[in-house]
């Protein structure tokens, strides 16, 4: 604790450290007390202020509030209302600080290059940012088209070495022949066509991150090699004789199920425990339906402004269609079909009839099911909209739905901060 008694004291004070809590009396020798909390109010110092003032100047008092204060006091005051104030303000410089965190953390609507805020996809942001405290190896799962090149982006710009390189391979496209000098590079001379010395894929990544795509791709051959540099981390270039070693960090992706490919003996298991320090599983699109809207105004406007088209707003009738339909082909299939849409056509509102022909007999088909209360094969479908059941009497509701709509209200009270919600809750 720092006591100053004069006004000026105070204001050089804040210019070099910023306390938790700061006791400020309206009556200073030298300036006035209000002055201090303008210009901390003016200077948006994250500051919780209380103010002293006389039983007199209740005007005074309440200009302190509009100025930001926290509470504050009127002289004298007790012991026990110092201490409750007190502890009030450093609860909520606290509060204040994991909120500023949580909203710096996250922008639950475009992260690092994802745009979704649904559950699953706040799960996947928070593996991301705990993979990001550390250099170890992540191993992202999926379908296609979920994003899985996104992730690993994200988890290199998430991290401390974001401003090291981020070197992308196609495990697939890489001949067995060729493996070796686009890994780790050759010298000079060391095969037909060797004109210049050549560095591979883990030195171009050094202290970055190596993005190794369709890993399961890759022939069993080569996963022993590659074994054997994660577990040494040295290198030799094609026709070299001397190691080299380099800090690297591995991401890859498949999608592929790994453990499956460890049983049918296409992937080495101790390869797999090797590189899944951090599993990430991203979500099928039409596991986080709430983002398919989303999704679609975003790809909406980013193509109606390249394509300089006048498009502002998806139908109620195609956004429906949207959310009933299993997108088999994720985020891609939702992205080119839009493209197409708007390469197209211009109007201000994207209609159905105006995807393509293809996209648009599905669309029609689900829609025409969703309508008439059958599913595509003809099955009636009941749909249970989790409503309070009658039981003697008494209107019951499901415990489930309960929940669901407590967590939702959370939710939306915290403006969509999901991790906020879920501290409160």
Known sequence: MVIFKEGLQVIDALKQELPDVMILDIELPDVIGLEILELIYQ???????????????????????????????????????????????????????????????????????????????????GIIESAAKCYASVFITGESGTGKEVCAHANHNSSNKKDKPFVALNCAAIPKDLFESEFFGHIKGAFSGAVNDRIGAFEMAADGTLFLDEICELDLSLQAKLLRFLQSGTYQRVGDKNESNVCTRIVCATNRDPEKEIEEGRFREDLYYRLNVFPIEMPALCDREEDILVLSSYFLEKFSNQLGKGFKE????????????EWAGNIRELESTLENAI???????????????????????????????????????????GSSKDVMGMQVKPFWLAEKQIIKSAIENCDGNVHLAGDLL
């Open 43 to 125: 200077e948006s110092l994250p500051v919780t202020t209380i103010v002293l003032t006389s039983h007199n100047s209740y005007s005074n008092a309440n200009k302190a509030v509009e100025l930001g204060a926290f509470d504050f006091l009127e002289k004298p005051c007790s012991k026990q209302r110092f201490r409750v104030t007190v502890k009030n303000a450093i609860e909520h410089g606290k509060l204040l600080e994991k909120v500023e965190t949580y909203s710096n953390e996250f922008d639950l609507h475009k992260y690092h290059g994802f745009i979704g805020r649904s559950l699953k996809m706040q799960i996947v942001y």
């Open 343 to 385: 390469i197209l056509n211009d109007s201000k509102v994207l209609e159905l009839e105006m995807l393509p022909v293809s996209i648009r007999k599905k669309l029609t088909k689900k829609l025409n099911s969703v309508n008439s209360g059958k599913d595509g094969a003809g099955n009636v479908i009941v749909e249970n909209k």
């Open 314 to 325: 998806i139908s109620p009738e195609l956004e429906k269609a949207f959310m009933g339909y």
